[in-house]
């Protein structure tokens, strides 16, 4: 995704959660997007957002974690905003707004929604729901695979499995819930929201077991 917005865009923001320890997963993603400036020899800049700022009660840290992640890429502008208090969320429309490009060609149709392939409006729906669900609880290090996609010949309706895979024992039980019920609330909400986008009847099959990387002999799994 980052190395196509670098062919569409003249900024890559990078959205980081300040109040989270950044694993391989986000520094990955800041090495990306320096790489992406690398390469457009200057024509893309790269933006640094450090969100939820409200919830780091020593505001110096947030200029060390600010120098560490300059010390990895070099970003031209850095906000530090709070989407759920509104802080520095202006500032950050202000210049959005200030430094956007017209454009003479639309890259997509009026009628295209999203770049995202089905799969990939699958991949994100169960994404988001789990971590609105989990909330502060969620563990970032989520997998997902898709282990079936089946369309009923007879009314349209998709069947849709896929495997949630984690990293660590203890978090199959944070996703699963007690009884089954985090689970299954994760699975109604995508299952609504994919029944609408897609237009048809949508039943989602969710598996949550670790990941093979991090194979345990006593490993839990489960199924919804």
Not at 26 to 49: D, F, M, P, Y
Not at 95 to 120: I, N
Request: charged content about 30%; aromatic content about 6%; proline content about 3%.
């Amino acid at each position: 995704m980052l190395t196509c917005a670098a062919v569409l865009l003249p900024a890559v923001i990078v959205l980081i959660d300040a109040a989270k320890i950044l694993r391989d997963a986000e520094w990955e993603v800041i090495a990306k997007a320096e790489k992406i400036r690398e390469e457009s020899k200057g024509g893309v800049n790269l933006i640094l957002v450090l969100n939820k700022v409200d919830l780091v009660d020593d505001k110096k840290k947030l200029i060390a974690l600010t120098e560490t992640i300059c010390g990895k890429a070099s970003f031209s502008e850095v906000f530090m905003v709070s989407v759920d208090t509104n802080d520095g969320v202006d500032d950050l429309e202000d210049f959005l707004y200030s430094t956007a490009k017209p454009c003479e060609e639309w890259e997509y149709t009026s009628g295209q929604r999203t770049p995202m392939t089905d799969y990939q409006r699958v991949v994100e729906t169960i994404r988001e729901k789990a971590f609105c669900r989990l909330n502060k609880e969620v563990p970032y290090e989520l997998e997902q695979r898709n282990i079936d996609w089946f369309e009923s010949p007879k009314d349209g309706s998709l069947r849709i499995e896929q495997q949630l895979l984690v990293t660590r024992k203890q978090h199959i039980h944070i996703y699963i819930g007690k009884g089954g019920a985090t689970l299954a609330a994760i699975k109604r909400s995508a299952q609504s929201e994919l029944s609408k986008v897609f237009g048809r009847k949508v039943y989602l099959l969710l598996h949550v077991a670790l990941n093979k990387d991090n194979a345990d002999p006593e490993a839990v799994s489960n199924n919804m």
